[in-house]
């Protein structure tokens, strides 16, 4: 059962647009969420991050908005650059502890 | 580079062999955690370990076992290798337990083939 989805595999969107990607979960038990970005031949890195509490964290140009009610959240990138080609990951702790449930991913594809 | 290093980066061997694959959380990280990443099932939660201790199992096998030594660092022990096993195994590492404001940095993975 996959408590975490991310329902699109790819994106391919224009250099200097918005890029929004997208996370669903089902757990309504999760009250922290986190994007990890990864780069081929590379481990994912921390991206951002949102408590439960909030509805809205911004990071330069990255914002990612939780709308609980609806368990949905996703992550925005303004303006979209071309070292934002990468795979985006959701993810909420809950895999046991402190371990994170990981979405399948979305492979971001910045087009010049 | 996040500071966590993993060995050996590629391993190859064959079905029913056993395995070890190393990892060197960040300096001063007392958390290590596992993650296995395999095509069909995405990054998937394995084990924590903290200071030593085992603190949380997630989705892992009987077949696989880990530890923390002294020095921090972590082994992960994967035996009765099958075809399935295929993958890139992810180690992390944070500073302390729990999840707010401890982000996880994570190592450049090993990637497993059974043949």
């Known amino acids: 059962d996959q408590q975490v989805k991310q329902n699109s595999p790819s994106l391919s969107v224009q250099e200097g647009r918005i890029s929004i990607l997208n996370c669903d979960y089902t757990?309504?038990?999760?009250?922290?969420f986190l994007w990890y970005k990864k780069y081929p031949a590379e481990g994912p890195t921390f991206l951002i991050s949102i408590s439960s509490i909030k509805d809205k964290n911004e990071d330069g140009r990255f914002t990612v908005f939780l709308n609980k009610s609806a368990k949905h959240l996703s992550l925005h990138i303004v303006p979209s650059q071309p070292g934002d080609s990468a795979v985006y990951f959701c993810?909420?702790?809950?895999?046991?502890?402190?371990?994170?449930?990981f979405g399948k991913g979305t492979h971001l594809i910045i087009q010049p | 580079d996040s500071g966590v290093t993993q060995t050996p980066k590629h391993l190859i061997t064959a079905t029913g062999q056993r395995v070890t694959l190393r990892c060197s959380p960040r300096?001063?990280?007392?958390?290590v955690y596992w993650y296995q990443q395999s095509l069909d099932q995405g990054l998937q939660f394995l084990i924590q370990?903290?200071?030593?201790?085992?603190?949380a199992k997630g989705n892992i096998l009987e077949r696989f076992s880990a530890q923390q030594f002294p020095d921090l660092h972590s082994e992960l022990n994967l035996s009765s290798l099958e075809l399935g096993d295929s993958a890139l195994y992810f180690c992390?590492?944070?500073?302390?337990?729990?999840?707010?404001?401890?982000?996880?940095?994570f190592g450049p993975g090993t990637r497993l083939t059974v043949l």
């Open positions: 300096s001063g990280d007392l958390s």
């Open positions: 757990n309504s038990m999760f009250d922290y």
């Open positions: 370990y903290y200071n030593g201790e085992e603190r």
């Open positions: 993810a909420a702790p809950g895999g046991g502890a402190d371990g994170l449930t």
């Open positions: 992390a590492s944070s500073v302390t337990t729990g999840y707010l404001y401890n982000e996880q940095f």
